[in-house]
């Protein structure tokens, strides 16, 4: 088969696309004949080794949607066939946070795709427990491009900061995965959403999606605009997968009593910190990794009857995988990036 994959972390000069020995499946697997594959930043991060895989060759890619050719023995949930899209997380089943239904808290929490083989891939090996169906009515390229960012937002905003219709939301960086997924939660849930990007362009798409307020970070200072926009109150909820550029100005944007919630630290983990605000203010500062498979149903439920949809911004044959890596690190566009194995890839089925 054909699969993305490096022998070593680095640059986009690492990635390859060529012939991949086959997956062979456990008792307890399935194999998937992919037919699109989702990126997330996850994947550049992993790819520049950050963290570094712990194998090598190292197949990436987290998501994908695709087709199931066949089932292990003790396999008891699919059938070949079924049209399944693959949930990302990994976790040991057993420990104390696995046992309390907080699986993305296991102490052993790994990622498909950055600690273990991913699905960018024509064929790929996933366990049952990773699996959901996909209703005929969503494409594969849809379902490829919902389950990791959607989950992590949804634990983000619903489990963790537990938003309702009398909060305001501050959703940073919106153009991006888990920010246009946030943006369309927090509108779903009836909070006031604001919403940070760098262009106009990707400020009209978070309205469209949703967002009340829209603030350009490049062109005015977000903190001030809040203030100005909410009487000098502040947001509720400010949710920051940016990190270090951002961090001290989102503490400073919340009201009294609020939370800020964090997955990620794009632009750096050590920023420094007022904490006279937090004590003072009061506030939550809030951790949030991925999803437990509850939280995945909960909102691939409404990813499928069309309540959100993840916007997709480029459609990539997986041969031009260095390109679709290129789009997310300069962040150009709104929203997904998808690739497909180049023998099912038709140029003609992406049109935007
Ligand atoms: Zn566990």
Redesign the pocket.
């Known amino acids: 088969m054909k699969a993305v994959f490096y022998e070593e972390t680095g640059s986009t000069d690492v990635l390859q696309y060529g012939e991949f020995p086959d997956p062979e499946i456990g008792e307890e697997e399935l194999l998937v004949d992919v037919k699109a594959g989702g990126l997330n930043h996850l994947d550049v991060w992993t790819r520049r080794g950050m963290p570094s895989p712990r194998e090598f060759p190292h197949v990436p890619g987290s998501d994908a949607a695709g087709v199931v050719t066949e089932v292990g023995d003790r396999v008891s949930r699919f059938e070949v066939g079924d049209r399944v899209a693959v949930e990302p997380s990994l976790?040991?089943?057993?420990?104390e946070?696995?046992r309390s239904g907080e699986?993305s808290q296991?102490?052993?929490?790994k990622i498909k795709g950055e600690h273990t083989r991913g699905v960018h891939s024509e064929n790929a090996a996933v366990h049952e427990d990773n699996l959901v169906a996909v209703p005929d009515h969503v494409d594969f390229v849809t379902a490829a491009a919902v389950p990791l960012v959607f989950q992590t937002a949804w634990r983000m905003l619903v489990s963790r900061a537990e938003i309702n219709q009398a909060d305001s939301v501050l959703v940073l960086g919106a153009s991006g995965g888990v920010g246009h997924a946030c943006v369309q939660i927090a509108a779903d849930a009836g909070a006031e959403v604001f919403a940070t990007a760098s262009t106009d362009e990707k400020l009209e798409y978070a309205r469209e999606i949703g967002a009340d307020h829209a603030i350009n970070y490049e062109t005015e200072d977000f903190v001030s605009a809040i203030k100005e926009a909410t009487d000098g109150r502040g947001v509720d909820v400010v949710v920051d997968h940016v990190g270090g550029a951002t961090w001290q100005d989102s503490i400073s944007a919340t009201a009294k009593g609020g939370a800020v919630v964090t997955c990620g630290a794009t632009t750096g983990p050590n920023p420094e910190t007022d904490i006279t605000q937090i004590f003072w203010k009061q506030l939550d500062i809030l951790g949030s990794t991925m999803g437990t498979p509850g939280e995945g149903d909960d909102v691939l439920a409404k990813v499928w009857d069309g309540t959100f949809e993840p916007r997709i911004r480029e459609v990539l044959p997986m041969s031009e995988i260095v390109r679709a890596h290129e789009i997310l690190q300069d962040r150009e566009g709104f929203g997904k990036v998808v690739v497909v194995p180049d023998s099912e890839y038709d140029p003609d089925d992406y049109e935007r």
């Not at 976790?91 to 420990?95: A, N």
């Not at 296991?106 to 929490?109: K, L, N, R």
């Open positions: 976790s040991c089943g057993d420990c946070f696995c699986q296991c102490v052993q929490f």
